[in-house]
């Protein structure tokens, strides 16, 4: 079992910055991959960023060059550093966390319960 608190949301101004936070505990050592998706609303829930456990990042082509995912496996702490931020930002921000099986862990996907970003313009 793994569980993700995430932190950091807000409401800021058109062309400001946040960085969400999302703190993972339980079987941390299972995780292989994490990730930052959101949701606005009436939308479906899209992609933001993702990590490997290497450090490989992939980001959708509406955030590249504006956000950066980032992770400390010492505190076990996912990060998205978001700058320069536009009104179409604005969503729950969800985090997620990858388990892949093997040597006592089980394959399975987490989530946190959301953080709110609201972008004015």
């Known amino acids: 079992q793994v569980q993700l608190v995430e932190s950091g949301g807000g409401l800021v101004q058109a062309g400001g910055s946040l960085r969400l936070s999302c703190a993972a505990s339980?079987?941390?050592?299972?995780?292989?991959?994490m990730g930052w998706y959101r949701q606005a609303p009436g939308k479906e829930r899209e992609v933001v960023a993702a990590?490997?456990?290497?450090?490989?990042?992939n980001y959708a082509d509406s955030v590249k060059g504006r956000f950066t995912i980032s992770r400390d496996n010492a505190k076990n702490t996912l990060y998205l550093q978001m700058n320069s931020l536009k009104p179409e930002d604005t969503a729950v921000y969800f985090c997620?966390?990858?388990?892949?099986?093997?040597?006592?862990?089980?394959?399975?996907?987490?989530w946190g319960q959301g953080t709110q970003v609201a972008v004015s313009s």
């Open positions: 990590i490997t456990g290497g450090g490989t990042t």
């Open positions: 997620n966390a990858h388990t892949t099986g093997g040597f006592g862990c089980y394959t399975n996907d987490y």
């Open positions: 339980g079987d941390t050592i299972c995780i292989s991959a």
